[in-house]
C-alpha cells in the first residue's frame, strides 16, 4: 500500500475542486433541500487561502491524487464551557476509485499525529446520516457520536 499524505499546492486546485464536485454532487442528492448545485464548487480563493493556512491535504495513492481532506483548527472558549482546541474535519472525501485501499484509514493516523503534534483535545466532524460507509468507517477508527443534529420539516 502506497499512500501518501501532502500538504495541498495551488497546483493541486483542478483535483481538489473535482473532488469537492463528487462530495457535493452526493450531498445534493441526499438533500437537494440545502445543497444547490454552483460552479465552482470549490472556490479557488478559499482553497488558496486553506494552502496557506497548511489545512488542505491530498492523499496520493501510487502516485495519483486519491483524496482530499478540508480541516479547520478550533479554539472553543466560553464561561460555561471547558475550553477546548480541536480539529475539525470539514471535508474529507476519497475518489470512487481510490475506495477501500486504507485511505480515509490514512487520513486519520495523519490526524490523530497531528492532534498530537499541537497537544490538541480531540478530532471532530460532522456526517449525513444517510453516507453509511463513512458512519461505518468512522465508528470503525473508533469516533463516537457526541450529538445529533435533528430537523422537523
Known amino acids: 500500500?502506497?499512500?501518501r499524505i501532502r500538504n495541498a499546492e495551488e497546483e493541486d486546485y483542478t483535483a481538489a475542486e473535482s473532488m469537492m464536485r463528487q462530495v457535493h454532487q452526493m450531498h445534493a442528492d441526499w438533500r437537494p433541500d440545502i445543497f444547490r448545485?454552483?460552479?465552482p464548487v470549490l472556490p479557488q480563493e478559499l482553497f488558496e487561502q486553506a494552502v496557506k493556512e497548511k489545512t488542505?491535504?491530498?492523499a496520493e495513492y501510487e502516485g495519483q491524487t486519491a483524496g482530499i481532506l478540508y480541516i479547520r483548527y478550533r479554539h472553543i472558549?466560553?464561561?460555561v464551557l471547558v475550553t477546548r482546541n480541536t480539529i475539525f474535519v470539514d471535508t474529507m472525501a476519497v475518489d470512487e476509485q481510490y475506495r477501500g485501499r486504507g485511505i480515509g484509514h490514512a487520513f486519520f493516523d495523519f490526524l490523530r499525529e497531528l492532534?498530537?503534534?499541537k497537544g490538541?483535545?480531540?478530532i471532530e466532524l460532522e456526517v449525513n446520516a444517510r453516507n453509511t460507509a463513512a458512519r461505518r468507517m468512522y465508528e470503525e477508527y473508533g469516533f463516537t457520536v457526541e450529538s445529533l443534529n435533528m430537523e422537523l420539516l
Open 37 to 39: 448545485y454552483h460552479e
Open 115 to 117: 492532534k498530537r503534534q
Open 56 to 58: 488542505f491535504f491530498l
Open 1 to 3: 500500500m502506497n499512500i
Open 77 to 79: 472558549e466560553d464561561p
Open 120 to 122: 490538541f483535545d480531540g
